[in-house]
């Protein structure tokens, strides 16, 4: 037998940055994971850790690097964090640093309400040649009341769906979307991204869960020159009329129960048809 | 032995209420939990039910109301059903109903953004004679950068801890406040207390989050004359500041660790003077 | 206005307590959770901490203690830190402390397999005088797949429920018991008082859930002297025959639906007729 | 642009089922996700949903599978559905069903109480030819409280770590296999693996968590020669011994702080020298 594929690393160190510029602060709230990958058969074989990189090491480095770098963009922060680990441990021949971004509102100079619409994402992977960057959003929950559709789909013997003609469509936005390069004005790409996912799931009138993610996909790519490929992870989040006829009540679209489980799970990728090889951007 | 206190009731029918008013769609998004108490022995001793009004049958009524009656407030809306069950059924002499709000954000005529910022919250509980309506909010996380010491404070034998002059204060809000009476406008009274809160939040320097809770709960008091006592229980977020003196780094109030567990919780109460009793506002 | 009730601690200290008797190990994982109340009105008045005990100190106190004392059993654990805590602080006059207690398997002499099945819990409270101990159980998840009814209940406009004459009755149990001392076998006890709860469930032929549920906590005062009231909260997991009848299938009750929401929830209380009152057992 | 890889279906159908031979009952209790991939792109590009079997479809197919052919290994009942996806339908050229069983402990010959200890996995690819299954276990929390050292790892300017002699090695164990072909006694091999899993971690004296992933994946392949490749992910649940000393108290490997975050992270593969390519098995 032999070893495989593998990886380690330190996850969810949890880092909270001040800006103190005079009277006005800024905040910085990040989840950052690190994982590395390289020569580690040692450890693994016979449990000799001389090319360990210890992942309490990794966490110290994450807060160091904070006050001596800064958190301007977390895709600049997880660059400088991986090509570090790479370039300063010659046993580390990959890293990759994954960031999660928890946004803030402003309520005064240093008083902030944490917003809950959605995560920003990065996920930075560098083999110490080359680097791939993929920013994205989780958990961003949107809702169309109407203009969504589901119609003329396969009907099989284990099938009792109705047509659909308006139904609610309701998802948690998983996306990231993979850079052409490293450099990038990262605040504007990741705002007019996000806008356009946004812009269109509101503008689509949705055949299918499907056309309105390969139309969020498909949006990004046009907004966003520097954007080659969308992945997108939808959760149909399903909302059933409730039959009010035993009480005497119509109910023309008007009272649903939100389902938990199950729900559906639509996946895909839009990408550009001279999109570069993805490398590493997906897989460490 | 014997039975003492009981209730039972349907807890967590998600209701999703769309009000399509035109082109222009108005969405509620509620989640609400009955309980019922009475004449319930039987049930409990023999397995008789004939005095148990089901909980589907709750459930049923909770969608039904949405239909026939709307939902412009969650507090009327938790005051007709809370009278419907009492008032309908002999054997049900009191019935609490309470329910969460989760806000969305408008994106477009009938397109929205689930709001992750805090959700409203209403408990009305009602004896057949009178109601009690209780208002709040959960969830609401909150942050000051600075403003924020605890010294002075006992010293005994387990105390290592050091004067801070200047820390984070972050807390996730839970509060709760009672209304003198079942008639309100609720949601000028709503965005009114929730204004005085987080305002209070942010514009007291906390010598102690105990101060900085009875300064919130004060201030809803101040704002609205018709909330008589505010609860409020504010888990204490710590934020740590990382020691970068071994990487040759200062850290002056930059770098946090936010730490999941353990947190401290600070949980009062503050009421007028001439707060009439409780009755059943807070317990079933 | 005017402060009222408060408390504050430090809530869900993570001890883990290795007991290394030569070649075998003992383990001890809990969550341990403290409130202190008295005299608290400086601290939230104007800042004045002189006589607020950092909740740091009290999680210290916790580690400290489970060094010098030990902890054999989570009831006379929690009852040396209330007691402490009030007899030490003259500004401290009730202190709860609250304790989750996990249960590992043993795979070895020094080996442990995390065990799932409920986690054991204990609430001592101590007012300077006497102190109150309650036990009990959460999230043991208990399922009867025969031996359930519900039928004959109240029908009103809004019922569609059918008599269900044999059904899946699921519940995950929250219990607490009171117990008359602060002197007690408390392993004895508790296994007891366990073996009670879920032998009544087992055996008892359920018309509702209500009457499983005054079973349990008859059984628990039968079988433990010592125990003067028993609480249960005792969700109602609804399990759902799937109509299978449109793929040309019956189903004499083999299929079910696993819901998530809403679910009934029934809570009740057994006491003894001579129990004493409970004074601040169950309230702080 | 154009249409990337995608998959859809409908995730997590929740499923009871009851086996009720006379007396004695059995229950299977799943979690089942199906994901269907193939000629999708009208549905992507027009929303023209001709070649579309609806997640509703599939979740009623589960449930019709579950009582027409019975649930005897969640690896066969896996294999059964996928094949009908894609077999059945023109449009389906790949089927990943993912499924979840949860333990429960018999109390009676209709009781049972839910086991916390660890969930049994299974995830079946088909694509019309060939099937890949891969079984596994997942939330397995197992800790070793000595024989676990960490040392001798590589040291940089960000290193603070000291050598561990004599640690706590705790983790929640996820385990994937893959086993040589679709035909098994799937019972006997699963438990087989899964002691196998659990020896190695209890009996290997760990120099590195590494080292003892490398073991227990070996140990799978040693003992179950219809396995080829093992996947681990092993999340090191960091145990910090509490510095008691300012309380003139020593802590001989005695009490711990369990902390939630960070955490470690271990990820890697072993696999037999031999294994056949891995094809659909990990990635649909």
Redesign the interface.
Known sequence: ????????????????????GGER?D?V?LNV?V?LAGD?AD???????????????Q???V??F???HGVDHIEAFGLALARHFVD??P?IERARVSIESYG??R??P?????????VRTATVTYDGERAWVVSGVV?????????SE?????R??????ADAHDR?LATAVRASWRHASDECDWSVSHSGALAAL?DA???TH??????T??AM??AV?DARPEIV?V?LSL??RH?FL?D?E??G?????????????????????????DAPPPGLAWDL
């Open positions: 037998m032999r070893l495989g594929g593998n990886n380690y690393g330190k996850a969810e160190t949890r880092l909270v940055l001040l800006r103190r602060h905040i709230d994971s994982a580690l450890t693994h074989l016979v449990g000799d850790n001389a090319r360990v990189l210890p992942t309490d090491t966490k110290n480095t807060y160091a904070a006050r001596s300063s441990q046993s803030w509102r309520l005064g240093h008083s902030f309400s944490r917003a809950g619409d959605g958990d961003l929950v949107l809702l169309n009341s109407t203009g589901f119609t003329g789909f396969i099989d013997e284990y099938t009792t769906l609610i946004v799931f509101v503008g949705s055949l299918s869960l499907q056309q993610l390969y996909g498909g790519l490929e992945r959760p149909n909302h409730v009010l035993p009480f009540l119509d109910n023309p679209g008007q009272v649903f129960f939100a389902a938990d489980r199950p729900y559906g799970l639509i996946e895909g990728s839009v990408l550009r048809d």
